[in-house]
């Protein structure tokens, strides 16, 4: 087949150029024609079809700050550029990837107009969200733009700029759900949690695929691998990675850490990180990172993503972690294994204390959930985020279940359940106890 595929960087720049990049070499591994279509940067890969990339677009003050500022509605440039690359390749199928602001989805729409499929990778979630993360501001987890996008506008999510948010706006509005389904064969979502979003934003279930990103095992082996006294982070120096977080975390700790990657947030990054034992490597290529990756005693993801189950301290405190997984540690046959229950503890209690939990304007729907325990906390607790009125029943006098009831104190503190109780209430949610349905009591009584 003549595939096409279309990504806005074509070097690896991050993960979707990564993906794009490895796609063509798998494709054409199994006998596919593969044409490129990306915008021109010095750092680019070669490619006989770079002669139709779009010249590249740089969003700051100077010279072609508004060709940058037209790029993402979709300029001339790129529309001639890209029928000629259509004329000469004919392909059978167009495979976007992330195209949004320096190529646009206006590419999408020529090649439905020729009669090309058109396949949907998505590597974020631009298409419900203007700021691409869900993350208002970069800092709170927002969905309020998958169903009303001015409030990008309202709470100015990009870069705190009423200007940057309103350019935002324009773009979601110019490109909208109903017009990017009109023209997409398929979306397909790296992740089954993704795909739920685009769902909850409305998009065609039939169009939403899960499909998990790949990666070539070969290029991941090494001749030994011996490990040295360090862990390491690799990836995009950006909030929403939550690497600042483990900047402050490891500063307390006694173990190296290295992090490879660059970004936004590397020069601020490394001031935090001055004076401590922790390395910023800055981009590299993979044969470096492999080696730095290969040698390290572990990796960690820290990334900042959407609310914690609401239950997650209770489990990190319940759970038999002596005869579960430090139990089986190996490093517990020489020593002492690793402390995962104080591990989990602390990150669970610690985003407890400080988790914001986001709500939906009230829709004017209620919902009565018999049973304090945790399966009714848990919804009751998702269920007002979203925007509805609701009302626990509760046979005891307090909310729990057998959380409260059934566990002991030494392993469950009750100090954990009433601290879900403020969080409850903060959230709207009323409590009625010593509430038994059944007998002289039917449903009825809840209406």
């Known amino acids: 087949m003549q595939i096409l595929l279309a990504n806005k960087f074509y070097y690896p720049r991050g993960g979707d150029c990564v993906c794009t990049i490895n796609l063509e070499e798998l494709l054409k591994q199994k006998g596919h024609e593969v044409a490129v279509f990306s915008m021109q940067h010095p750092e680019n890969l070669e490619t006989p079809w770079s002669k139709y990339f779009p010249s590249e677009v740089k969003f700051a003050p100077g010279l072609g700050i508004i060709e940058a500022l037209r790029r993402p509605f979709g300029t001339r440039e790129v529309r001639t550029k890209f029928t000629r690359l259509l004329d000469e390749f004919q392909p059978d199928i167009l495979h976007l990837n992330n195209i949004h602001t320096q190529l646009s989805p206006v590419i999408a729409e020529i090649a439905h107009r020729r009669g090309v499929k058109v396949v949907w990778t998505l590597h974020d979630y631009k298409l419900l969200c203007p700021r691409y993360d869900c993350l208002r501001n970069g800092l709170e987890v927002c969905e309020e733009c998958f169903s009303d996008k001015r409030k990008v506008r309202k709470h100015k999510c990009m870069k705190n700029s009423a200007l940057a948010s309103f350019l935002a706006y324009k773009e979601a509005m110019k490109w909208t759900r109903m017009r990017l389904e009109a023209v997409t064969d398929a979306f397909i979502c790296p992740s089954r949690f993704m795909a739920d979003k685009m769902v909850q934003g409305n998009f065609d279930k039939q169009k939403i695929n899960t499909l998990c990103n790949f990666i070539d095992i070969a290029k991941t082996r090494k001749d030994d691998y011996d490990k ?142 018999v049973g304090a325990g945790p399966a009714g906390i848990t919804i009751a607790i998702l269920m007002a985020c979203r925007g509805y009125k609701v009302t626990i029943f509760e046979v005891k006098e307090k909310i729990g279940g057998i959380m409260r009831y059934g566990i002991p104190e030494f392993r469950l503190p009750k100090s954990i359940l009433d601290r879900y109780y403020v969080k409850m209430k903060e959230l709207g949610i009323l409590f009625r106890p010593n509430f038994a349905l059944g007998g002289s009591t039917g449903v009825e009584d809840l209406l």
Request: charged fraction near 25%; proline fraction near 6%.
């Open 228 to 369: 040295e006294n360090y862990y390491c982070y690799i990836g995009r120096l950006s909030p929403e990675k939550g690497i600042g977080t483990l900047i402050e975390a490891a500063k307390r700790l006694p173990y190296p850490l290295k992090i490879i990657g660059g970004g936004s947030l590397e020069e601020t990054l490394r001031a935090a990180a001055a004076g401590s034992d922790i390395e910023l490597l800055g981009y590299k290529h993979w044969p470096e990172i492999k080696e730095i990756v290969g040698k390290a005693r572990f990796c960690v993801v820290p990334s900042e993503w959407y609310e914690n189950n609401p239950l997650s301290v209770i489990c990190s405190l319940v759970c038999d972690h002596e005869k579960q997984c430090e139990g089986h540690c190996v490093k517990g046959i020489k020593g002492e294994p690793v402390h995962i229950s104080s591990i989990e503890n602390y990150i669970s209690d610690t985003c407890f204390d400080r988790m914001k939990l986001e709500q939906l304007p009230k829709n004017g729907k209620r919902i009565a959930v």
